[in-house]
Nanobody, 120 residues
């Protein structure tokens, strides 16, 4: 079955960096786009960054452009999110996402999430 397992969250001071990783299994990873989302307390889950399966094209939320970088390793079935110049407003639970073809429709799969806290 599809599994997405995030790691790398933690507590970091403003201006610091963290690298999140998502290990994927149960599907042909190289065929699917992957994305990172986040959800802060009291707010809706939002897209942070996405990467396409073949060309590796990326797109980012305006709030993280220039600070975050999404990447993928198709040989290791992993997708990562390098987060630099972190701000308190980046504090959230970060989720890895895959939209996988199931029958004739795409189904969302989510990891369990990893907490990122930016605070001094």
């Amino acid at each position: 079955q599809v599994q997405l397992v995030e790691s790398g969250g933690g507590l970091v001071q403003p201006g610091g960096s963290l690298r999140l990783s998502c290990a994927a299994s149960g599907f042909t990873f190289s065929n699917y786009g992957m994305s990172w989302h986040r959800q802060a307390p009291g707010k809706e889950r939002e897209l942070v960054a996405a990467i396409t399966p073949f060309s590796g094209s990326t797109n980012y939320a305006d709030s993280v452009k220039g600070r975050f970088t999404i990447s993928r390793d198709n040989a290791k079935n992993t997708v990562s999110l390098q987060m630099n110049s972190l701000k308190p407003e980046d504090t959230a639970v970060y989720y890895c996402n895959a939209k996988i073809l199931s029958g004739h429709s795409l189904r969302d799969y989510w990891g369990q999430g990893t907490q990122v806290t930016v605070s001094s």
